[in-house]
């Protein structure tokens, strides 16, 4: 697919999942939730728990490939949507992550 077409694709991506995300997250807040809560709750029951533990080791390899990838692309403070993963959302920063990687890729042509 042409970069000039993944970037959009990518920033839609990143957009639908801050509100698909942070509609609950400030859901869960608005009810009296706290940082503890959100991760027991991601284990109430069998269909939770392996949503949570397939979410975990996606973002594990999404992770240590943005990290890997960032020093073979060019993209810079690859730690700040590292960090940013745990601090807004995995699926919200990976998407930023490719963007960048688009970016980065162009330039370099």
């Given at each position: 697919m042409n970069r000039s077409l993944l970037i959009p694709?990518?920033?839609a991506l990143a957009l639908g999942a801050l509100i698909a995300t942070w509609t609950f997250n400030?859901?869960?807040i608005a009810h009296g939730g706290s940082a503890s809560d959100f991760f027991t709750?991601?284990?109430v029951n069998y269909v939770?728990?392996?949503l949570t533990n397939d979410l975990l080791f996606v973002a594990v390899a999404a992770i240590?490939?943005?990290v890997v990838d960032?020093?073979?692309t060019g993209v810079r403070y690859v730690w700040v949507y590292?960090?940013?993963s745990f601090a807004i959302a995995i699926s919200?920063?990976?998407p930023l992550y490719l963007i960048a990687r688009e970016r980065a890729l162009a330039a370099s042509q």
């Open positions: 694709v990518y920033a400030i859901a869960h709750d991601g284990y939770s728990s392996s240590v490939f943005m960032a020093r073979r590292v960090v940013l919200v920063m990976f």
